[in-house]
């Protein structure tokens, strides 16, 4: 094709691809250790105790009650726009002759439908994302505690037992820790036409993940026989309370992607596409820039659009160089058209691990929103995205997304 | 004359052929109105008839602007042995630009009146039915139908009347034909066509007539005074015209124009090659149209119909 537009076109989208992985600006400890990093990330250590027993008291987190799934429970909120056909198409009025321009709906939100953008065209769309976490698992990310054990003095395995002179060995600390964590998503989408039912395209995400972590700690004294051996001693050692500050900016882990249309226009059948996508270890994941794991992603899509109403269901399976991460995934919605130049959707996603670690393992959202076409093939789009089962995972109440596309 | 007179006449005729015909595949330069399946499907059609090389596919996206540009590409750098031009959008830019490259065209309706009768590099393949298959057809569906009344926009399908006029006085037939210029005054004139006592409408693919005002009178009417209609489409059927008779593939259409190319391409005038009507017809009965009108439908028909609306 001699089309010079063709060719800028093509251009451009290679050009998105070119982009270089920038390392991200980052912190030595990394956000993902703003929490095991509070009281300088190696136990708690109280105040020298005095003779016969004279030490200092270290307490050491027997566990971090799961916390280390935070940077695995990172699903990524970019990533997740679909490719979306362009916004005008034509039908074929027979009795005329002629092509008559149609209002299609403006697109899913999250989700994918089948219809291409057509050969030779190039869609970019612009999202951000701010993702403010809320809670793990169903517990207040504000509301998080650990359990901080003496250490075993004398070596023999057991901690006191109580009433024997060793019995302090039985006090706690506990530590109640309020965790602020959120993320701002810049993404940054190009879908290229190959062919008339064959799209390619990229998403390149610069997040920024800020994380804070403060940690209050009492000291619970269970010993009977030498009570009160144990106190602070901020001067020399740790202070009751400890505060870890983290944030990093930078790429996220890059997708790769690709649709091919292979039914459209079936009379009674919906139009029908695959999509195939690997998403790159690109992200830094010691800053929950991205999850460290190499995806593909695999899903069939179906949409049917039947005048002003469209229904789109996709499901598929992505595999994870971590097996405990591999997950299928499917989506349930519709977008409608409101009006000529505004259409509303609304759509079920689901992630489930088959083979995860029990954490976050079934995710389920609601997500609503609309866009709005007001000149050419400009659309702004809106959507939020709200968590149906709190109590799975890394979870934020409601995730907004805003966006931006054309297509040329 | 001599045996060597004769071996030698023949050789050289042999020659002459050989190097009349062409030594490369000619170039084709595709020029297509908008994304719509019919035309792809048309294209299809062609690429599978064409024996030559397509070189280049432009869709010009409903935009006259970039047709204009498209054509231009086409005329000054590619220089293609022929054009084809996809739709009535595209015919419409390539007619206007008068180009000397040949030019043959798809899936256009009524491309009389688009390429105006001195252009002589243009030739397609149209949408439209044949005129005597709709005629034949009412003859077919029942002997008593003598007069058939028609409205139309001379300045759109008034080429289509005239070849009706032929057809009907040929079949033993009237036709009674109301020329009207606005959908208004259409209106009055399916009004005239009762008055007259005609005992079938025939609907034109006329964009005056195919106002959903005057289409839907049309409809009432005919069915007020049990004259049974012919509409263009299955939708029209499906909407209460007993018959619809549209053509049946997109594909075929695309192949009549490969056709046409090939003949083009080696040696043949556009001039020469009259256009073409769809010869794969789709033919849609609505039974329920046939019950309220009194009318029993031929078994030929219902055996002939691809869609029968019960």
Not at chain 1, 104 to 130: C, D, H, M, Q, W
Request: net charge negative; aromatic share 6%; charged share 20%.
């Amino acid at each position: 094709m001699g089309s010079k537009t063709s060719c800028l076109r093509t251009s451009v989208f290679f050009s998105l691809i070119a982009v270089s992985i920038c390392p991200g600006l980052a912190n030595a400890g990394g956000v993902k250790d703003v929490v095991r990093d509070l009281y300088e990330g190696d136990g708690i250590t109280l105040a020298d105790v005095g003779p016969p027993f004279s030490h200092s008291a270290h307490f050491t987190a027997s566990s971090f009650q799961g916390l280390d799934e935070l940077n695995t429970a990172l699903a990524s909120g970019a990533g997740n726009l679909a490719f979306n056909s362009a916004v005008t198409g034509f039908a074929f009025d027979i009795e005329r002759g002629l092509p008559v321009r149609i209002t299609e709906s403006l697109g899913p939100l999250l989700a994918e439908r089948a219809p291409t953008i057509g050969r030779g065209k190039l869609n970019v769309a612009f999202t951000y994302t701010r993702i403010d976490y809320d809670s793990f698992e169903g517990t207040d990310l504000d509301d998080l505690s650990l359990i901080f054990q003496h250490d075993d003095v004398n070596g023999d395995g057991v901690l006191g037992p109580p009433g024997t002179p060793l019995d302090f060995e039985t006090d706690q600390v506990n530590v109640d820790i309020d965790l602020d964590f959120t993320q701002d998503i810049f993404a940054l989408f190009g879908t290229y036409g190959l062919t008339r039912n064959w799209d390619v395209g990229v998403v390149i995400p610069i997040i920024h993940s800020d994380a804070r972590a403060v940690g209050v700690a009492t000291i619970v004294d269970n010993a009977i026989a030498s009570p009160g051996r144990h106190q602070f001693d901020p001067v020399n050692q740790d202070a009751p309370v400890s505060v870890v500050d983290r944030d990093a900016t930078g790429i996220g882990d890059v997708i790769m992607r690709t649709k091919y249309n292979f039914l459209r226009k079936h009379a009674r059948a919906p139009d029908l596409a695959v999509v195939a996508q690997v998403k790159l270890a690109t992200g830094d994941e010691n800053d929950l820039l991205g999850t460290g794991e190499t995806d593909v992603l695999g899903l069939f899509v179906a949409s049917k659009s039947m005048g002003k109403f469209t229904p789109h269901v996709n499901l598929g399976y992505e595999w994870s160089t971590d097996s405990e991460l591999s997950n299928v995934r499917y989506v349930v919605g519709f977008d409608a058209v409101a009006h000529p130049r505004l259409s509303l959707a609304a759509e079920l996603l689901g992630r489930w691990e088959p083979n995860g670690d029990g954490i976050g393992d079934s995710i389920i959202d609601l997500a609503v929103g609309g866009k709005w076409n007001p000149v050419g093939t400009l659309v702004f789009g809106a959507n939020a995205r709200f968590a149906l089962n709190k109590d799975e995972g890394l979870r934020s109440d409601v995730i907004w997304t805003l966006g931006v596309e054309s297509t040329f | 004359m001599s045996s060597m007179k004769r071996l030698w006449l023949l050789l050289v005729l042999v020659a002459g052929i050989a190097t009349s015909a062409r030594a490369h595949p000619a170039e084709v330069a595709v020029l297509v109105s908008a994304d719509v399946d019919a035309y792809h499907d048309a294209l299809s059609g062609f690429r599978e008839i064409l024996r030559h090389q397509i070189v280049a596919v432009y869709d010009m996206e409903g935009d006259p602007e970039r047709a204009r540009e498209l054509v231009e590409e086409i005329r000054t750098k590619l220089k293609p042995d022929l054009i084809l031009a996809v739709g009535i959008w595209a015919l419409q830019a390539v007619a206007s630009e008068q180009i000397d490259i040949p030019v043959t065209f798809t899936m256009v309706l009524n491309p009389a009146t688009i390429v105006h009768r001195g252009a002589t590099n243009i030739t397609g393949a149209s949408m439209n039915v044949p005129v005597e298959e709709s005629i034949r057809l009412f003859k077919r569906l029942d002997p008593s139908i003598r007069r058939i009344g028609v409205v139309f926009n001379p300045t759109k399908t008034g080429y289509l009347v005239e070849q009706a006029r032929r057809i009907v006085q040929k079949e033993g037939l009237g036709l009674v034909a109301k020329e009207v210029t606005s959908p208004r005054l259409a209106i009055k004139a399916v009004n005239s066509l009762q008055e007259e006592g005609v005992d079938a409408i025939w609907i034109l693919p006329d964009e005056t007539v195919l106002n959903p005002k005057v289409l839907e009178y049309t409809l009432l009417q005919s069915y007020r005074h049990k004259v049974p209609l012919l509409g263009l489409s299955k939708r029209q059927a499906e909407m209460g015209a007993l018959l619809a008779l549209s053509f049946g593939s997109s594909k075929d259409i695309g192949r009549q124009a490969g056709e046409l190319a090939n003949d083009i391409l080696g040696g043949s005038s556009p001039a020469e090659l009259p256009f073409t009507t769809a010869r794969d017809l789709m033919l849609t009965v609505n039974l329920k149209a046939a019950k309220k009108l009194g009318l029993d439908i031929p078994r030929s028909i219902l055996a002939q119909a691809d869609t029968v609306i019960e």
